[in-house]
């Protein structure tokens, strides 16, 4: 009874208890500071300091005017006082920047930016009664301020900004890009030039009532020059340019990407005009209500579709959104009045590679007699990052190499590098050099006598990349369009390698795997792709996202028969089968001609076209 007792007594009376939290009115007083020390600060820079809000280059314009009174630079706002105050003007400043820097960006000469900041450093000393107010309440507040950012580091640490947009913010000028710097794709430039001229002279449109796309979207392969062209843009018409990707918009938490949305179109309505780029738009473009994009994604493709042709006017904003996948993009984004006007920035023909080539060139040191003609030529397919990237590897070996120019020996062999793979040292076996070179030199000697095939540029017995050996070929022209004879030229070279192991050396080898592999994709492409069978007639087989005769990629559905699938199985090895009775005929014909380039190749590792040319036709 006693223990019993005790255990009573221990417990409180619950009806001795607090009725309220001692904490409450602490929480009520903190709530009313934080209320009146916002509303001070409402009071001393809305309704004592009323200011027309206008953007940073209609500021900047009126500075250099001149009939004002006093120019005030704060940390996040420029103000222009007159003695009317009913003229006062101000604008938001890009984070971190001082209105001198700005004078700097938008071009003003150092005389007027030195007159300007005496004037700027003149700045009112004053305290207004709101700022007294907005002091003494802000004490009160800082208590609970400090509780939430504990809070908030406590959780992760960054909540404070994470509906804040991440895009940066350049001046047209100093993203250092013009038209003059993009070369190769002059029919897209002809296109944004009246981007740049409404940006320039939006008045001369307005007048005949015209409206400039909201939205231009690049479509191109990765590296074609789609950012290049943003910037340009921008660096033409002298605007501020927000850079920002698709990917940025996303966040774990929910509501984060429909925020950061919001922010960067109110950052760029208050710069206005200016241009927005958005990188990658289909990381948050894709097609909604499927599996390519659902749930908190949606969110934020929603309030992008608002902002680009919402209820709200959204005037001398540009949004330019670049992609290598428009056709997983919502049809949403591309009706007119969002991205009215698709680009399609395509891969350079020979002449717009040279151009760029040229462009290159022009921060390095080369030596005399570099045919860039030439490489534009045999660069077929490439883009004008990969051109790039064969200049500078060319550097780089010249660096290594000691020399003092970059020779027309050290772009050849960057060439090679960037398309083939790095030149191994090899410590091969003497059978398998052997192997190689007939290896090789079935694939050259095929392409020799087969009509249609590309002229051979270089046999090489040396490894590269994953192969043991290469035969480079080097197309005469650029062609857009291929034709059922091109690739059953291409289906006989495939299978030359194969056909002299066995034909020289009795047996083949694991050597031929790449070869199988690409002979049996553009077999594949011509039945099911492009109606290229007599059998199977002129039908599409299967959904096949790409079968591009450079490189064929594989995927999708299967919306065929298996009755059907054994009828493409055949057709498909008949090809084959039809490429390698041709090719065999032309190693047994021509047999002397296949040891004397082995035995050169042997000799010497690698044979150039010129000379591979001779000995076919000594």
């Not at 207004?128 to 609970?144: H, N, Y």
């Not at 959204?314 to 949004?319: A, F, H, L, Q, T």
Request: charged share 30%; hydrophobic share 40%; net charge negative.
């Amino acid at each position: 009874m006693a223990n019993s007792s005790k255990t009573k007594r221990a417990i409180p009376d619950i009806r001795k208890l607090p009725k309220k939290s001692p904490y409450r009115n602490y929480y009520f007083a903190l709530a009313a500071i934080a209320s009146l020390s916002l509303m001070g600060w409402y009071y001393s820079n809305f309704v004592m300091n009323a200011a027309e809000v206008v953007s940073i280059s209609k500021l900047v314009d009126t500075a250099v005017e001149g009939e004002y009174k006093e120019i005030i630079d704060s940390t996040d706002k420029v103000e222009i006082i007159f003695d009317d105050s009913d003229k006062n003007v101000k604008a938001i400043k890009p984070e971190g920047t001082s209105f001198y820097e700005l004078l700097e960006q938008k071009g003003i000469d150092e005389e007027t930016r030195n007159s300007l900041e005496e004037v700027t450093s003149k700045r009112s000393t004053g305290i207004t009664v709101g700022d007294v107010i907005s002091m003494i309440l802000l004490v009160g507040a800082l208590g609970l301020g400090y509780m939430m950012v504990r809070n908030m580091n406590a959780n992760g640490g960054k909540l404070m900004n994470f509906g804040q947009s991440k895009a940066r913010l350049l001046f047209g000028k100093k993203t250092g890009v013009k038209f003059d710097d993009v070369a190769g794709i002059d029919d897209v430039k002809e296109e944004l030039v009246e981007v740049v001229d409404f940006l320039k002279n939006p008045k001369k449109y307005h007048k005949l009532g015209a409206r400039i796309p909201r939205g231009i979207l690049l479509v191109g392969s990765p590296g074609t020059g789609k950012t290049l062209l943003a910037k340009a843009v921008a660096g033409e018409a002298g605007v501020p340019f927000f850079h920002t990707s698709g990917a940025e918009f996303e966040e774990m938490l929910v509501g984060a990407g429909a925020s950061r949305v919001r922010d960067l179109f109110g950052k760029a309505k208050k710069t206005a005009p200016c241009i927005i780029f958005i990188d990658e738009i289909d990381a948050v473009a894709k097609k909604r209500g499927t599996v390519l994009h659902s749930g908190n994604g949606e969110q934020t493709l929603n309030q992008i579709l608002v902002e680009m042709d919402g209820l709200e006017e959204r005037e001398n904003v540009i949004v330019l959104g670049a992609t290598n996948r428009s056709d997983v993009l919502d049809p949403a984004i591309l009706r007119p009045g969002r991205f009215d006007r698709t680009v399609v920035v395509h891969t350079p023909d020979s002449k717009g590679r040279e151009e760029i080539l040229n462009i290159y060139t022009k921060n390095k040191v080369m030596e005399e007699g570099v045919d860039l003609k030439a490489l534009a030529k045999k660069t077929v397919g490439f883009t004008g990052a990969d051109l790039e990237n064969v200049l500078n590897e060319a550097a780089i070996m010249a660096a290594a190499a000691g020399a003092k120019a970059i020779s027309d020996a050290h772009v050849k062999e960057a060439y090679l590098k960037v398309r083939m793979g790095r030149k191994k040292s090899d410590n091969r076996h003497e059978d398998d050099f052997k192997r190689v070179a007939y290896h090789e030199a079935g694939h050259a000697i095929a392409a020799y006598f087969t009509e249609l095939s590309d002229p051979v540029e270089k046999v090489s017995i040396l490894s590269r990349g994953m192969s043991g050996g290469v035969t480079v070929y080097a197309p005469k022209e650029d062609k857009y369009l291929t034709t059922r004879g091109k690739m059953k030229a291409n289906l006989a070279n495939a299978v030359g390698g194969k056909l002299a192991e066995e034909i020289f050396l009795g047996d083949m080898s694991t050597g031929a795997s790449g070869d199988i592999r690409q002979a049996t994709q553009t077999a594949k492409a011509m039945v099911q792709q492009y109606g290229m069978s007599e059998e199977l007639g002129f039908v599409k087989y299967g959904n096949l996202e790409d079968a591009s005769f450079l490189g064929y990629q594989y995927g999708g559905d299967k919306d065929f028969s298996e009755q059907t699938a054994r009828e493409i199985d055949q057709a498909v090895k008949g090809l084959i089968d039809e490429a390698m009775a041709h090719t065999r005929k032309i190693l047994e014909e021509n047999k002397p001609k296949v040891e004397k380039l082995v035995a050169v190749l042997l000799e010497k590792e690698e044979v150039d076209g010129p000379e591979f040319e001779a000995l076919m036709e000594g």
